[in-house]
């Protein structure tokens, strides 16, 4: 049933949407060349992780201190358990939410853990991190076979990425048996990518999150054909979802959580923009149209955030809770935003947080104080 509820709504604007594609990838070509080769982690290029090494060798701020709590947390996961399931039934939030968030954690643990293990593998060389996050992405390749339910596919988009993060990052280390590796390819085509396939084409964060997940899949799976179409459907209809103003069209709609959905869709999509400017040069967080820019997303975004009384949407919208054990939304996605748009204002705010991390359920931006992301100088707009 959830399965036709989310075609009888995609079905809308299919057509539209397809159109407009089939002219983009006219436009583009069908196969977008890299113009600085093909990093091995689009999350993490070389570049970056080569930076971040330099720095934490310097005992450079923040990043050191972020790489120590990266460590804390790493070390603290060596001994998890995993807690992969056959199927990965999650039911709809608005109608069980314990149900969802029971079954919804299972994989954002382990996504977590995964990821965390695999990123303090990659600074450090220590095996046993590497041999952690195998643990946990072997574990899901195995067992799990399907999802299903109404949120299903929802969750395993938005929480799955951590699992493909840390893929990317082990993906061509001897550590990891070509077994066990072609066993979670298998996993990413015939589980992950169903369903981000399934949701791409949705208006609204839920295409956002499919997106970013596709991305990632296909990079990791060397597939340009899949990584050309999703950059192609990504640029189709980006400045649809944005009014002039900043505010985000189909996630205000969204009562209380308006300022939470604007920020649900806003961290994928930025992640998604970093990822294609990894992969190809292309630098979509400078594009504009009819005054329309990701930048005046964000900064409708910050400043609502901080005067959350004064949202036009909807009065007194909810607002994170300040727990710094796992993180506080949106400040992750300002961490990464500040060194891409060179907003020193944001630091008054971001300052309590740091070093940011962000570990609840779902991952764009989980270690931005650690990770800064900074364009390089050659990108392009087009």
Not at 142 to 158: A, E, R
Not at 255 to 275: H, I, Q, R, V
Not at 310 to 329: M, S
């Amino acid at each position: 049933m959830q399965n036709f509820i989310y075609l009888f709504f995609g079905l809308q604007v299919r057509t539209t949407q397809f159109l407009k594609l089939g002219l983009t990838l006219l436009l583009a070509g069908l196969f977008i060349r890299p113009t600085h080769g093909h990093a091995q982690s689009l999350m993490h290029p070389i570049t970056q992780i080569h930076d971040v090494k330099s720095q934490i060798s310097k005992k450079s701020e923040p990043v050191y201190t972020a790489y120590k709590q990266l460590i804390i947390l790493a070390d603290s996961l060596l001994l998890a358990d995993h807690h992969a399931v056959e199927d990965f039934s999650v039911p709809g939030f608005y109608s069980d939410k314990e149900g969802q968030r029971a079954m919804a954690k299972k994989l954002h643990a382990d996504a977590f853990a995964a990821y965390c293990t695999a990123l303090a593998y990659t600074l450090n060389g220590e095996e046993k991190y590497a041999s952690k996050a195998l643990y946990f992405i072997n574990s899901w390749a195995t067992i799990n076979k399907k999802y299903s339910d109404f949120d299903g596919p929802v969750v395993l988009s938005y929480a799955g990425a951590g699992l493909m993060i840390a893929a990317e990052l082990l993906k061509n280390d001897p550590l990891w048996t070509k077994n066990d590796r072609d066993h979670f390819k298998t996993w990413t085509m015939n589980v992950y990518q169903k369903a981000t396939h399934f949701l791409r084409e949705r208006p609204n964060n839920i295409a956002d999150w499919a997106r970013f997940a596709n991305l990632l899949s296909a990079n990791f799976l060397d597939d340009q054909k899949e990584l050309s179409f999703t950059i192609a459907l990504i640029k189709t209809d980006l400045f649809e979802k944005i009014a002039a103003d900043g505010h985000l069209i189909e996630e205000v709609k969204r009562g209380e959580k308006g300022l939470w959905y604007t920020y649900f869709s806003l961290a994928p999509l930025t992640a998604a923009m970093w990822c294609i400017h990894n992969a190809t040069g292309e630098n979509l967080f400078a594009a504009t149209k009819d005054g329309k820019s990701i930048k005046r997303a964000i900064d409708y975004l910050y400043y609502y955030n901080q005067h959350p009384t004064a949202w036009p949407w909807f009065k007194n919208p909810d607002v994170d809770i300040q727990d710094r054990t796992v993180g506080v939304w949106p400040s992750n996605l300002f961490e990464a935003m500040k060194d891409i748009y060179h907003t020193p204002e944001f630091d008054s705010y971001l300052s309590i947080y740091r070093p940011v991390v962000y570990k609840k359920n779902h991952f764009a931006w989980t270690f931005p104080t650690l990770m800064p992301a900074h364009l390089r100088p050659d990108s392009t707009t087009k």
